[in-house]
């Protein structure tokens, strides 16, 4: 009976290890798709910025 009760607490732990590992490494991912999006818009920004600046530049 105890060893029963042993292999079913081992084989709980193993599932719940395993689904945290997964929604840890699902996180992760989207995090860094997010993160890579706002560098995106960060860069576009920046070279509308840089696009006017030169243009005020030539302009004078």
């Known amino acids: 009976m105890g060893e029963m009760i042993?292999?079913?607490?081992?084989?709980?732990?193993?599932?719940?290890g395993s689904i945290s590992f997964t929604l840890f490494i699902r996180r992760f991912?989207?995090?860094a798709s997010y993160?890579?999006?706002r560098l995106y818009n960060i860069e576009k920004k920046l070279d509308a910025i840089m696009e006017k600046m030169e243009e005020d530049k030539i302009k004078q």
């Open 6 to 16: 042993f292999q079913l607490v081992l084989f709980t732990l193993l599932i719940v």
């Open 29 to 31: 991912l989207i995090n």
């Open 35 to 37: 993160k890579n999006e």
